[in-house]
């Protein structure tokens, strides 16, 4: 299942080629700005918060920032699954 939301990189023609290609995946679009139902804003916002109070010096200095908490949220199912289970979405 591929949850997608309103983008229109999302509606463009290399997504409608990726879906053409596997024609398996099941869509299911949200509105086009509904943060609270996207479990990515909040690992955004996990990210973010891993980042805060740092001033990077530049592009490399940012991402050499970013590493640590990207590597702690990729490696902890636990994070990650508590970024799906606190968004609003409907589940059973």
């Known amino acids: 299942m591929l949850l997608w939301d309103g983008s229109r990189t999302h509606r463009g023609k290399v997504a409608q080629k ?13 509105p086009a700005y509904a ?10 916002n996990y990210l973010k918060r891993g980042i ?3 001033a990077p010096r530049d ?3 940012l991402r050499r920032l970013i590493q ?4 702690r949220l990729r490696g ?17």
Not at 19 to 27: D, G
Not at 35 to 44: A, C, I, K, S, T
Not at 68 to 71: A, D, E, K, Q, T
């Open 18 to 30: 990726v879906l053409q290609k596997y024609r398996r995946l099941e869509v299911r679009r949200f």
């Open 76 to 92: 902890s199912q636990k994070l990650l699954w508590s970024c799906i289970r606190h968004s609003d979405l409907p589940w059973a």
């Open 68 to 71: 640590i908490p990207f590597r």
């Open 52 to 54: 805060a109070n740092s």
């Open 59 to 61: 592009l490399p200095h």
């Open 35 to 44: 943060p609270e139902l996207n479990p990515d804003e909040l690992v955004w």
